[in-house]
């Protein structure tokens, strides 16, 4: 795919006029510590920013560099995870963390190849470490960046990943690829949002209660207070939610299988 001068040009304006009175300050733009943005992002996946504001600043204070977080027992980094979901993050965050400092020597790497080998990281991830870490001139794409491209470079039409990468790496300002990329975010959050709620092509999200990640979720939350027998609590769960206890003992395998949990003499506990 071929933009032409003039459309990036106009399309980049315009992104960075909107951004001049709408940028947001958060706490991840005040820094360039390649452990603080890899926090960030890897609490940012699938999460709304107000919930990851104050876990954030907290996780920082318990974990504030790499080697903390590497150190640390898993029990610690689930149990402060609490309120962010999605807890295999937290493993892998810290699985990412344990490579750096025995495989890099507490260095962060800032190369594509070598981010993307981290536990957990994935291209986007990677990149966003790149961009926003390092102020590497690369282009990131993420729902909201992939939405904005589709919406004004494609009239709305889904494309191909590789048609999407394709224009937004020639999106991307030469040397500005830091302040390109908050602006798309915040652009994404804002100003699209906006847009889509008036056209009426926001999807609602599939409900979230009654499915196996609703229970998983709630078992870490009691083992988060303590360890508990595993029986009485597939006896508890059995009760509250009218489900079999079979369905329960195979939601806590696949914890168990994942390394959210540890069966010791019939007692849960977290790992």
Known sequence: MKLSKTTVRKFQDM????????????????????????VSEVMLQQTQVSRVLPKYAEFLAVFPDVYSLAAAQPAKVLTLWRGLGYNRRALYLQKAAKVIVTDHKGIFPDSEVALTKLPGL????????????????VAMVDTNIRQIITHYLFNGLPQKEKLIQEAADMLVPDGRAWEWHQALMDFGASAMGKEKRSMHIVKKQAPFKGSDRYYRGRIIDVLRVGSVKELQLVADFVDEYSKTPDFFHRIIDGLEKDGLLVRKKGLLTLP
């Open 15 to 38: 992104i960075f006029s909107w951004w001049k009175d709408n940028r947001r300050d958060l706490p991840w733009r005040r820094t360039r510590n390649p452990y603080h943005i890899l």
């Open 122 to 137: 994935g291209l986007y991830t990677a990149r966003a470490i790149m961009v926003f870490a390092f102020e590497k001139n």
